[in-house]
């Protein structure tokens, strides 16, 4: 099927909530857009989302963990934001990551990590030391880089096959220091997502 057509009933999630849509066709561009917008703030979209009573919180409640190994919000917007940076730049776009424009200083983040298999003390540790406003500017830096990758891909990329050699290439010809957080364990379309180790 062409990409730019999607000819089955789709779920979108938007600030009403998830709801089937039944276009007939959809342009697949304009059906991811809407779908990251709606997990990034507005500042990323330009839509309000669901997300932004996450960022109307205080510093204090997003380092909150709700319960012995759970993760706080400033974590989880860590690690969302270190995985979609980390799959989307030097896999899909073959490109730095936005990590790389200062923002382990930014976020006060010891690591490149993307936080999978992270010990209990260690998502202590992220919690504690993370500038939450950091994280947040983080998190929509990567989600505008995201929007603007997509954007731009040629329609042929849709239906492209990344192999788990091709990420290792990428992630070959950037620095050493990259490669923690860009080796996968699987390979998949670029309209999948992977599964991402520490």
């Keep these: 099927m062409p990409r730019d057509q999607c000819r089955e009933p789709i779920t979108l999630v938007d600030n009403r909530g998830a709801h089937t849509h039944d276009a007939g066709s959809v342009d697949l561009l304009t059906f991811f857009l809407r779908q990251h917008s709606a997990v990034h703030a507005s500042d990323v979209g330009g839509r309000p989302s669901l997300v932004e009573r996450v960022f109307e919180l205080n510093d204090d409640q997003m380092r909150v963990r709700p319960a012995p190994g759970l993760n706080s919000l400033v974590w989880l917007l860590w690690h969302m934001a270190r995985t979609e940076d980390a799959a989307v730049n030097p896999v899909v776009a073959g490109r730095d990551q936005v990590l790389d424009d200062e923002w382990l200083r930014r ?11 992270m010990t209990d003390a260690e998502v202590a540790e992220m919690t504690a030391r993370a500038d939450v406003a950091g994280v947040r500017a983080c998190r929509s830096a ?8 997509v954007a731009a891909l040629r329609a042929e990329a849709w239906d492209e096959v990344i192999e788990v050699e091709d990420i290792r290439r990428r992630a070959a010809s950037s620095s050493p220091a990259r490669h923690s957080a860009t080796t996968p364990r699987t390979s998949v379309k670029r309209s999948r997502s992977a599964a991402w180790p520490a």
């Design 107 to 117: 976020m006060n983040a010891p690591w490149r990590i993307i936080g999978t298999g």
């Design 142 to 149: 990567v989600g505008r880089r995201t929007q603007e990758v």
